[in-house]
């Protein structure tokens, strides 16, 4: 409040107030108080699903929390902001593993294993890691995750690409495909349909398969590589007059 301009006194800009007088001026400002509209705005941002609020009601079971129209507008607000990030997180570890995929097509071999060996010292994350991060990327790369299915826990992601034909399918049927699956419902089906005894050499089949297209890849390049070496040598031989005697 501008004192010199209060309602009803006069004051001019070099006159000192009393104290009492200052308190009688105080008194006088009745200018209504800003609201704290935040907890309102929230509600009318957050959408509430019947199945959100049925979890909210089993999880407070016993309380009085839903009662109170503050407290049930910030949880849901807190989990609408968790699962804006909670996807955030989904989208780094894709693309994490994106990269290393397109590095791997790079590197030779060789290369890609020493690579592997010093992960560690490279990235923030051990070749472990490193390896459910591609492993993750590829199946949602050929749609065997979809992207939009994705969990957004990487551990529990890299779980679903262990799963075999059989128990994806499994997994699809029952709903277990979702981005708020646990690892634990995930372990339990893996647990509950053991993999056939020769499951682990089509495992390895289907590793040696994607090293052959890795390979065919590199030679690929390879060839080009050499077609455009030999070009230049015979410029080069041109320019300097070699024969070709």
Not at 57 to 81: C, H, M, N, P
Not at 149 to 163: F, R, V, W
Request: proline share 3%; with cysteine.
């Amino acid at each position: 409040m501008d004192l010199h301009e209060a309602e009803g006194v006069s004051v001019s800009k070099g006159q000192r107030l009393g104290r009492s007088r200052l308190l009688k001026l105080l008194e006088k400002d009745d200018a209504p108080q800003p609201v704290d509209s935040r907890a309102e705005t929230l509600t009318s941002q957050v959408v509430v699903q019947d199945d959100v609020v049925a979890v909210i009601r089993d999880v407070f079971e016993g309380t009085s929390l839903l009662s109170d129209q503050d407290k049930v507008s910030r949880i849901l607000a807190v989990r609408t902001e968790i699962n804006e990030s909670w996807g955030q997180a989904r989208d780094a570890f894709l693309s994490i593993g994106r990269a290393l995929l397109d590095l791997e097509n790079v590197l030779s071999k060789a290369e890609y294993l020493k690579l592997r060996s010093g992960s560690d010292r490279l990235f923030p994350f051990s070749d472990a890691t490193a390896t459910q991060f591609r492993q993750i990327a590829r199946a949602v790369e050929s749609g065997r995750i979809p992207l939009e299915k994705c969990p957004g826990s990487y551990g529990t992601a890299y779980q679903i690409t262990l799963l075999n034909d059989q128990q994806l399918t499994l997994a699809y049927e029952r709903g277990l495909i979702r981005p708020d699956v646990t690892r634990k419902e995930i372990a339990s089906l893996r647990k509950e349909v053991m993999p056939p005894a020769n499951d682990a050499a089509r495992m390895d089949l289907a590793a040696l398969r994607e090293e052959r297209r890795r390979l065919v890849r590199r030679e690929q390049q390879l060839a080009q590589d050499l077609h455009a070496v030999r070009a230049r040598i015979a410029e080069l031989e041109e320019l300097l007059g070699f024969s070709n005697d």
